[in-house]
């Protein structure tokens, strides 16, 4: 079978600002000034733009929201001529929710210019630290936050969850699927809903087994509730949980060690995670959700540096935009499958579907 990509994201329309839509106030063309007496550049300066990105509890080396934005904070960093550290890029890792303030702050004190919140637990964070620095430039990914000095980015889940929904039910051999989330907030909700739309709209009678495990950074709990489901025979999983997600490729590979028939898949998020299924010759990774995190991240550098900060504005990226959609599935995807998804996803795109942001109760 011939491999065919689909779905992918393209850095430089992200790169453009062309794909955002956006509400709120903006400080877009005004003159960045110099450092403050304070210490804090705040504003900071075109020619020598710093960024820095504070990761939440999942950890930058996750394999999938962190370290997406991460990837593009380095992307950016080394393109314009930084190095890693004080005055280039860098960011702080967070062990709990107790330490989004306190590394917030720290980046802020190193002069970095632009500092990012990466993820929906941070939002209170952000809110306390931009009302605190007001000459601070924040920006926040996953969440909405009401301030002039912060830019705010948000994706579209539910649009491409519901083709990953589409490939799992026109795929499964058993008519039962799994969805596997890590908290039940209203980023992880959208992957739900869109996941359970696309998979009722190609499979009316598709059954879904859902569980939360209530956390992005246990991965223990992702290998025990994917056990679970594989043995009630589930054969295609979805996580949209982070850390604890790797859990889930933990049991799809170690049923496919010991038995190379075994029909179980996993469907990743966020970034590619096709070398997360390796297992020897065999891969048990069907396709991805992606997410344009570390594109976000660098259009928002990008539009700093030209003295455009996005400040007071939320970006919205979803399929229409290109800020989301699935990865190339190696193959493992049949071409029949891949022309319901490109019908789909055109559907989608021109309104003609409306994807619901949470799911039915």
């Known amino acids: 079978m011939t491999k065919r990509k689909f779905g992918l994201l393209i850095s430089s329309v992200v790169a453009t600002g062309a794909i955002l839509g956006a509400c709120g106030t903006s400080d877009e063309g005004t003159k960045e000034t110099d450092k403050g007496t304070t210490g804090n550049k705040g504003t900071g300066t075109e020619e020598n733009l710093t960024i820095a990105m504070v990761t939440d509890v999942g950890g930058v080396d996750d394999k999938s929201f962190n370290q997406s934005a991460w990837e593009g904070i380095q992307k950016w960093g080394t393109d314009n001529g930084l190095k890693k550290g004080d005055n280039g890029f860098d960011y702080l890792q967070s062990k709990s929710d107790a330490d989004y303030n306190t590394n917030l702050n720290s980046l802020i004190r190193r002069d970095f210019d632009l500092v990012f919140g990466v993820g929906f637990l941070m939002n209170d964070a952000i809110h306390e630290i931009a ?10 990914i996953d969440s909405a936050v009401d301030a002039p000095n912060v830019a705010s980015v948000l994706f579209k889940e539910q649009e491409g969850s519901f083709l990953a929904g589409v490939v799992a039910a026109e795929m499964s051999k058993t008519g ?52 679970r489901m594989y043995s009630s025979g589930v054969d295609i999983i979805f996580h949209a949980a982070g850390g604890t997600g790797n859990g889930v490729f933990t049991e799809a590979k170690e049923r496919k060690e010991k038995d190379p028939n075994a029909n179980v898949w996993v469907i990743g998020v966020d970034a590619d995670q096709y070398a997360e299924g390796q297992v020897g010759d065999k891969n048990v990774t069907l396709t991805s959700m992606l997410k344009g995190v570390s594109t976000a991240v660098i259009d928002i550098a990008n539009r700093t540096k030209e003295g455009k900060f996005p400040g007071g504005e939320t970006l919205v990226y979803g ?34 579907i409306v994807v619901p942001e949470k799911p039915a109760k």
């Open 131 to 140: 009302n605190q620095k007001p000459d601070a430039k924040l920006a926040i």
């Open 176 to 227: 039962k699927i799994g969805f596997i989330g890590g908290q039940k907030i209203p980023v992880i909700e959208r992957f739900e809903a869109g996941f359970i739309e696309g998979a009722k709209a190609a499979n009316p009678n598709i059954v879904i087994d859902r569980y939360y495990a209530e956390a992005f950074d246990k991965a223990e709990l992702g290998k025990t509730a994917a056990n």
């Open 319 to 352: 399929l229409a935009e290109n800020g989301v959609g699935l990865a190339d599935s190696r193959g493992a995807i049949p071409a029949d499958v891949l022309k319901s998804v490109e019908e789909y996803k055109a559907k989608i795109a021109a309104g003609e």
